[in-house]
């Protein structure tokens, strides 16, 4: 199986609240079908969600009850995007249901908290692909906490063990700058574990809130021994479907 995370900067358009790239989420629906590998999807929030999670600074969990009816409209807002999202999959012949992480886990301290898996187990074994994304959950010590798609990935990697992680963004993957404003950007192809101290933290990569190195550290994670993590970018058509079909394409490979 293979997990792959849409990311909000390529089923949104992140500058405008609640705006939903229709065409570019079919297409990638549409590439993930045609590619006729086993996968399961995780989506970000992108403007569904960070726009309103940022103006209320939802990332600090409970401070201020003026947060809550933010709560409620992130919560309210990411379950129509995943909607959307599911929408496009079902279009495509792919049987998608929208499993919000707090439906089925809690958070503590930031964390996902998973005892209990038995409902998405359930969805999966008779044939049901569930979707999860980011959201805002509930913590048993700030209150709420803002679960990101990458969390879920983490967790779903942990009890589905993928062969392939696939990270889907609007960048060619992990570069020794930032390619939108450094022109002598480079992509790094290859990312494993004894590279990772000459890696710059300060680096920032499309889709992820803090530095590259956490990212990586934590993608090692999720490659377990045998896997690998694989960041794309879903902007370029076919990229996604020639990679799931084993072709070669630009990308960043992580690999322990
Ligand atoms: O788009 C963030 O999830 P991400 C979730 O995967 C919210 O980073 C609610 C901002």
Do not use: W
């Not at 405008?16 to 086993?38: P, V």
């Not at 004894?194 to 956490?214: F, K, P, Q, Y």
């Amino acid at each position: 199986m293979i997990l792959i995370k849409l990311g909000g900067s390529v089923i949104t358009d992140k500058s405008q609240y609640k705006k939903f790239n229709r065409e570019q989420t079919s297409r990638l629906c549409q590439e993930i079908a045609a590619s006729g590998k086993g996968t399961m999807i995780v989506h970000g929030a992108g403007s569904f969600g960070h726009v309103v999670a940022k103006q209320y600074a939802l990332q600090s969990g409970l401070q201020d009850f003026r947060q809550i009816p933010a709560v409620a409209r992130v919560q309210h807002d990411t379950r129509e995007l995943s909607l959307l999202v599911t929408e496009e999959l079902m279009k495509v012949g792919i049987p998608a249901v929208s499993v919000p992480p707090g439906s089925c886990f809690v958070m503590d301290n930031g964390r996902l908290v998973v005892k209990d898996d038995e409902a998405l187990k359930g969805l999966t074994h008779i044939g049901v692909m569930p979707v999860m994304f980011g959201d805002v959950v509930a913590d048993r010590s700030k209150g709420f906490s803002i679960c990101s798609g990458d969390q879920a990935m983490e967790v779903l990697a942990r009890k589905f063990r993928p062969k392939t992680i696939v990270f889907v963004s609007d960048v060619d993957g992990l570069f020794t700058a930032d390619p939108k404003k450094d022109p002598d950007a480079k992509l790094i192809e290859h990312v494993d574990k004894s590279m990772l101290n000459s890696i710059d933290s300060e680096l920032s990569v499309a889709d992820v809130t803090g530095g590259i190195r956490g990212k990586i550290e934590e993608m090692l994670q999720m490659c377990g021994d045998s896997g690998e993590c694989v960041l794309l970018n879903g902007t370029v058509p076919g990229r996604l479907e020639s990679f799931l079909k084993g072709e070669d394409v630009v990308c960043t490979r992580v690999k322990v």
